[in-house]
């Protein structure tokens, strides 16, 4: 079973801090792995992608990627209260399905 | 289109009725996904389509789903026989190729009453 496992949260920071989020897969031969965000009532908006090991950075985003621990996270800095939002952890799987597998996601509250 | 186009936006149907959602992805994608997502929960994957073909249908609930993508383009998941328990917001993400991001549709709310 190819499983994506995020802790559901909530996790609450205070305004201007850095929010961690964190995400584990099972299938080592993963190839591609994102991260959505995703409003109450609204579908599932890419804001980051990473494919190699190493951090990869977009504005306040950060995405870390570790494959030998099948380990990948996002970090944002000077957390807003618009980031407020449940964050999906997507992983595609390799082989020839190369299905996109989702995590339960993981809800942020950031306070003012 | 600009991006993924998904009809209608909401449905309401009664127990026992059938019904069919439409995915029209971003013109070019050849990989197209549907996901299944129930109030307050994760996306539950359905079905996994590359060009006219669906690798990976494993996560369909029942036979009574079904779905099926024709020219490499749209995309119809069909219910049948539908049941309270499908009551959920389907959507819909293609992405250009197998190994690149997915972008939504804004997702079918299904309600069966």
């Known amino acids: 079973q190819k499983e994506v496992e995020q802790n559901s949260g909530p996790l609450s920071v205070p305004e201007g801090a850095i929010a961690s989020l964190n995400c584990t897969y099972s299938?080592?031969?993963?190839?591609?792995f994102f991260w959505y965000r995703q409003y109450s009532g609204k579908s599932p908006e890419l804001i980051m992608s990473?494919?190699?090991?190493g951090d990869k950075e977009d504005g306040r985003f950060t995405a870390q990627l570790n494959k030998a621990s099948q380990y990948v996270s996002l970090l944002i800095r000077d957390s807003q209260p618009s980031d407020s939002a449940t964050y999906l952890c997507?992983?595609?799987?390799?082989?020839?399905?190369?299905?996109?597998?989702f995590g339960k996601g993981t809800k942020l509250s950031v306070k003012p | 289109g600009a991006g993924v186009s998904q009809s209608p936006s909401n449905k309401v149907t009664e127990k026992g009725k059938d019904v069919e959602l439409r995915c029209d992805p971003i013109?070019?994608?050849?990989?197209l996904y549907w996901y299944r997502q129930s109030l307050g929960q994760g996306l539950e994957f359905l079905i996994y389509?590359?060009?006219?073909?669906?690798?990976?249908k494993s996560g369909l609930p029942s036979d009574r789903f079904s779905a099926e993508r024709t020219g490499g383009s749209v995309s119809t998941l069909t219910i049948q026989r539908t049941q309270q328990e499908d009551s959920a917001v389907y959507l819909c993400?293609?992405?250009?190729?197998?190994?690149?991001?997915?972008?939504f549709g804004q997702g079918t709310r299904l309600t069966v009453v």
């Open positions: 993400a293609s992405s250009p190729q197998r190994r690149s991001e997915a972008f």
């Open positions: 299938d080592r031969g993963s190839q591609s």
């Open positions: 389509f590359q060009g006219n073909s669906a690798p990976d």
């Open positions: 997507a992983v595609r799987y390799g082989g020839s399905q190369g299905n996109l597998i």
């Open positions: 990473i494919y190699s090991n």
């Open positions: 013109s070019g994608h050849t990989a």
